[in-house]
Nanobody, 111 residues
Framework: VQLVESGGGLVQTGGSLRLSCAASGINFRWSVMNWYRQAPGRQRELVAT???????IYADSVVGRFTISKDYSKNTVYLQMNNLKPEDTAIYYC??????WGQGTQVTVSS
């Protein structure tokens, strides 16, 4: 089982990034996929979830700015992040349940 994130980086306030999480070794079509983030000195928090039927849930702080999606042909889950703010700075992790985490990708938003 492996989750590999990519797409993080440094962006200015108001900018956009798209994170990717390529999954292998799991039943991707039926998996509930999640994005979490952890800022320095803070607990890891759930950012967005997408289930097997495509239903989504978002943290209040990102509603209207972030979009989670799945590409079944690529076994990949995405997190499109628009209108980024400095408080979005964190390491972003992909999570597929059963204690299966990616290695994380750093997102830094400068003011």
């Amino acid at each position: 089982v492996q989750l590999v994130e990519s797409g993080g980086g440094l962006v200015q306030t108001g900018g956009s990034l798209r994170l990717s999480c390529a999954a292998s070794g799991i039943n991707f079509r039926w998996s509930v996929m999640n994005w979490y983030r952890q800022a320095p000195g803070r607990q890891r928090e759930l950012v967005a979830t997408i289930n097997s039927s495509g239903s989504t849930i978002y943290a209040d702080s990102v509603v209207g700015r972030f979009t989670i999606s799945k590409d079944y042909s690529k076994n990949t889950v995405y997190l499109q992040m628009n209108n980024l703010k400095p408080e979005d700075t964190a390491i972003y992790y992909c999570y597929a349940g059963f204690d299966t985490w990616g290695q994380g990708t750093q997102v830094t938003v400068s003011s």
